[in-house]
Each structure stands twice: as C-alpha cells, then as structure tokens.
C-alpha cells in the first residue's frame, strides 16, 4: 500500500452502488434543469421500487439550475433529507457525488443517497453560461475575445501532440471507436458511423481541435442510489461494490500547459488501495470531452507511460466488443454532453455494465470497472480530478 494511505479510512466495505439511470438526452430542451433532475429522481425510485421518504440523503450537480442549488431541490421535490450535498466541479463530479455519499452512508448520516446531475439546453445556455463559469476566465481571457473550453483544450491538444509526438490519427481512433460503441447505446444521439476519414477531413474548431474533437451540448440527466449491501439485497436490487476512490484538485498548478491531471500523484493509491493492478480492469469510462484529455487519463492512472499514449491507441481498439472496452457508451463524444451529467455518465455506464444492465453494448465477462473523472476548465487547466474501481456484486 501506498505511503499515507489508511486502509480502515478507506474502506468502502458494505457500501454499494445501485439502480443505474439515464435521462434519455435531447439536443435543446425548453425544459429547466429542475426538470431533468426530477426526471432522474423519479425513475429512480421507479427502478429501485423505494419510497420517497426512504430517499434520505440527496447529492445534485448541476451548472444550469442557478439559482436554485441543492437545498432549492428539496422544496421543489418535497423531500426531507437528513443529509444533502451540492457538488460543483464538473466531469469529476460523479466519482465525487459517489464518494461523499458513500461515507455519509457509512457514518450512519443517510441511509439511501440519491446521487443526480442534470442539465437543460436552450439554444443560448452554453454561451450563457460561459459568460460567468469562472473569474479566472472572465479576467484573462474574455477581454481578448477568446472564451469557452476549445481554446484552452486546443493549447493543451497542441503542446501534448508536440511534446509526445501523438498524431491526430490516434486521436481520431479513439473517436470512431467510440462512435462504434455508440451505435450499440440506444440513448446515444450520434446515431451515424464515424470514419478516420471524416474525422481527418472535419473542419477545424481551434486548430488542431476539429469537430469531431469537441462534444455537443444537449439536455439530459444521470442517476444512481448509494446504500448499505444489505439494504440492496432486500429490495432485491444488484449492485457493484467500491474498492477504490482517489480525488485531487489544483494538481501541478505550475506546469505552464496541462499535460497531467491530479490522479498522476494519485494512482498508487487508487491500485493499492483496490488490491489489483490496472491490467485486471475489463473496462475503463474516463471524461472525454476532448480526446487529449483521454490521452492524459490512459497514462496519469497507470495503463500506460507518460508520453505512450500513442502507442497504447495503436495496439487496442478500445471497442466494447475488442480490446480495452472504453466508454462503452460511446462516452460524451457520441453520446452528447448533458452538462454536469457528463461527470456521472462513464460511472452510471460502469455500473450498468456491472449489474447486466448493458444491452446491446454489453462488455462480456466484465467483473471490474474503472471510471476517471475531470472537470473546471478555470481558464487554462482543468482542476478536478477523480477515479474509482469497481467490482461485480459476488
């Protein structure tokens, strides 16, 4: 075990994840993301089959529920949590939601913890929102006529692609293969087949950023409940069991452009800490709103070298059905970015592929899932980082 990791801290024994849910996305919604997330909710208690007031503990994420915030939620839900948590940082929050409330249900705080993140898109939200996403980026870059996350994944593809000599081919395998697994996800809204040569040929967005590099905004909402084992077996529910979570943020502040995330400082912890090596996962979810950033996460969380990315592209097809099942989804890629559900969709995958909820796209044979999270582009980095492996009920 790694230096400073406190095996009865980190013990998740006895706390499980369950009922798996996905909001069907839409690209724009007239809808306010208090629906979406009410959506989540109450197909949550519809799968699980538990009542609303043994719903007693409430984790949200969300970027367009302003001004409401978690605690806004219970009003308009009519819930009576014990416990309650707002988690805002983006594509790490999933792994995040999904760490807090598993300690809360330890402590003995909550018993059964509904973990939602949800967005809405009109067809203005996604500038909307970028005109007050962080103080950083309205100070440094706004005034100059540069905003949003392409321009800042663009520095990082750019000096990534420089120093490791990855080709934009490598980049483009990941998109089709995720495209491939999409075509197997009933939800996705990619729903046509993506060549290398469409993606070579794509028009550029912020050289070398191409479109099929960026994820599309839509509306959407992602779910899962937290609770004891037990509880899960008596309301005959499946479940997968936590063996590790490790959570950093603001690593490496002085690297001048982000080529690490904060699970590079972290991944001993995460191995160590689930008793295996990463050659014993079946599948892997990381974010993926740029293919630069799945590039990072392959080597920060130990499946390959830093700077070998390129290599480990070549020689896996990272297909559901072939080598390295990734983003068996079709990740945010393919499947689209509902705001803040895009940190909860790789996870809700996992554990839909863990509980033989999986369909069409189903892993075979899959025991142990990794999932990787990251989020808050600030203005230059991304500041969130979070993973955890799971595994198959016994």
Same mark, same amino acid.
């Given at each position: 075990?790694?230096?400073?990791? !406190?095996?009865?801290? $980190?013990?998740?024994?006895?706390?499980?994840?369950?009922?798996?849910?996905? *909001?069907?996305?839409?690209?724009?919604?007239p809808e306010p993301a208090h629906w979406w997330l009410a959506r989540a909710l109450s197909q949550l208690r519809r799968v699980a089959g538990v009542a609303p007031e043994s719903?007693?503990?409430?984790?949200?994420?969300?970027?367009?529920?302003?001004?409401?915030?978690? &605690?806004?939620?219970?009003?308009?839900? +009519?819930?009576?949590?014990?416990?309650?948590?707002? %988690?805002?940082?983006?594509?790490?929050?999933?792994?995040?939601?999904?760490?807090?409330?598993?300690?809360? &249900?330890?402590?003995?705080?909550?018993?059964?913890?509904?973990?939602?993140?949800g967005d809405t898109n009109h067809v203005d939200s996604f500038r909307a929102m970028l005109t007050s996403f962080s103080r950083f980026s309205q100070d440094a870059s706004y005034?100059? +006529?540069?905003?949003?996350?392409?321009?800042?994944?663009?520095?990082?593809?750019?000096?990534?692609?420089?120093?490791?000599? @990855?080709?934009?081919?490598?980049?483009?395998?990941?998109? @089709?293969?995720?495209?491939?697994?999409?075509?197997?996800?009933?939800?996705?809204?990619?729903?046509? /087949?993506?060549?290398?040569? $469409?993606?070579?040929?794509?028009?550029?967005?912020?050289?070398?950023?191409?479109?099929?590099?960026?994820?599309?905004? #839509?509306?959407?909402?992602?779910?899962?409940?937290?609770?004891?084992?037990?509880?899960?077996?008596?309301?005959?529910? /499946?479940?997968?069991?936590?063996?590790?979570?490790?959570?950093?943020?603001?690593?490496?502040? !002085?690297?001048? *452009?982000?080529?690490?995330?904060?699970?590079?400082?972290?991944?001993?912890?995460?191995?160590?800490?689930?008793? %295996?090596?990463?050659?014993?996962?079946?599948?892997? $979810?990381?974010?993926?709103?740029?293919? &630069?950033?799945?590039?990072?996460?392959?080597?920060?969380?130990?499946? #390959?070298?830093?700077?070998?990315?390129?290599?480990?592209?070549?020689?896996?097809?990272?297909?559901?059905?072939?080598?390295?099942?990734?983003?068996?989804?079709?990740?945010?890629?393919?499947?689209?970015?509902?705001?803040?559900?895009?940190?909860?969709?790789?996870?809700?995958?996992? %554990?839909?592929?863990?509980?033989? +909820?999986?369909?069409?796209?189903?892993?075979?044979?899959?025991?142990?899932?990794?999932?990787?999270?990251?989020?808050?582009?600030?203005? !230059?980095?991304?500041? #969130?980082?979070?993973?955890?492996?799971?595994?198959? $009920?016994?």
């Open positions: 075990m790694s230096k400073g990791v !406190d095996s009865k801290r $980190q013990d998740y024994a006895g706390i499980v994840l369950a009922a798996p849910v996905s *909001v069907p996305y839409e690209r724009y919604s719903v007693d503990g409430l984790c949200v994420s969300s970027f367009t529920l302003f001004p409401d915030t978690a &605690v806004g939620l219970t009003q308009h839900f +009519g819930l009576t949590p014990r416990w309650l948590d707002h %988690i805002p940082t983006g594509g790490a929050s999933g792994v995040i939601a999904m760490r807090r409330a598993a300690r809360a &249900v330890q402590s003995g705080d909550a018993s059964i913890v509904a973990c939602l993140a005034p100059y +006529g540069s905003g949003g996350p392409n321009g800042s994944f663009a520095l990082m593809t750019e000096e990534y692609m420089r120093q490791y000599q @990855v080709q934009r081919e490598e980049f483009g395998k990941l998109c @089709v293969a995720q495209r491939h697994n999409a075509l197997h996800y009933a939800d996705a809204l990619m729903k046509t /087949p993506l060549s290398l040569e $469409q993606y070579m040929s794509a028009r550029k967005i912020a050289d070398p950023v191409a479109l099929f590099d960026c994820v599309m905004p #839509c509306a959407g909402a992602e779910a899962f409940l937290v609770m004891h084992e037990d509880r899960a077996r008596d309301l005959k529910l /499946p479940f997968v069991r936590i063996l590790s979570t490790i959570e950093r943020h603001n690593a490496f502040p !002085d690297d001048p *452009v982000q080529l690490r995330g904060g699970w590079a400082l972290d991944k001993d912890e995460l191995w160590a800490m689930a008793g %295996i090596t990463p050659w014993e996962v079946d599948l892997l $979810q990381t974010y993926d709103d740029y293919p &630069v950033i799945i590039a990072m996460q392959f080597e920060d969380l130990g499946f #390959c070298e830093k700077g070998a990315a390129g290599e480990f592209i070549r020689e896996n097809t990272f297909t559901f059905d072939g080598s390295f099942p990734h983003n068996t989804s079709g990740g945010q890629l393919s499947v689209g970015q509902a705001g803040a559900a895009g940190g909860y969709l790789g996870l809700v995958e996992a %554990i839909r592929q863990l509980t033989g +909820g999986a369909q069409r796209n189903a892993v075979k044979n899959a025991n142990i899932a990794a999932v990787s999270g990251f989020g808050m582009i600030n203005f !230059d980095r991304g500041l #969130c980082s979070a993973a955890a492996v799971l595994a198959r $009920q016994a």
